[in-house]
């Protein structure tokens, strides 16, 4: 059974930062990415950012230049660094690792709430 395991989440104001981790264990599939989204209240969960196994990064334009993504594949752990921080950015942040064909099921999320 898979389990993600993320946390780091918390409160901020604007301008700060915070770092978010997640392990996956029980994954069954071949890891080929991983990454990050979130889910702002009444809106639909987002892309945050993504990195392959081989280490190329994806970025939503929102984040671009704030946050960075990095894994640990030997782990199965990927961590997002966000720095700068908004208040657009409150939203509750779930990992995934991405097969062929494959993701992991939803965790239970991080919450982050950045105040202005």
């Known amino acids: 059974q898979v389990q993600l395991v993320e946390s780091g989440g918390g409160s901020v104001q604007a301008g700060g930062s915070l770092r978010l981790s997640c392990a996956a264990s029980?994954?069954?599939?071949?890891?080929?990415?991983m990454g990050w989204y979130r889910q702002a209240p009444g809106n639909q969960r987002e892309l945050v950012a993504t990195?392959?196994?081989?280490?190329?990064?994806n970025y939503a334009d929102s984040v671009k230049g704030r946050f960075t993504i990095s894994g640990d594949n030997a782990k199965n752990t990927v961590y997002l660094q966000m720095n700068s921080l908004k208040p657009e950015d409150t939203a509750v942040y779930y990992c995934?690792?991405?097969?062929?064909?494959?993701?992991?099921?939803w965790g239970q999320g991080t919450q982050v709430t950045v105040s202005s």
């Open positions: 995934t690792f991405l097969g062929v064909g494959a993701r992991t099921p």
């Open positions: 029980g994954v069954i599939f071949s890891i080929n990415a």
């Open positions: 990195i392959t196994r081989g280490g190329s990064t």
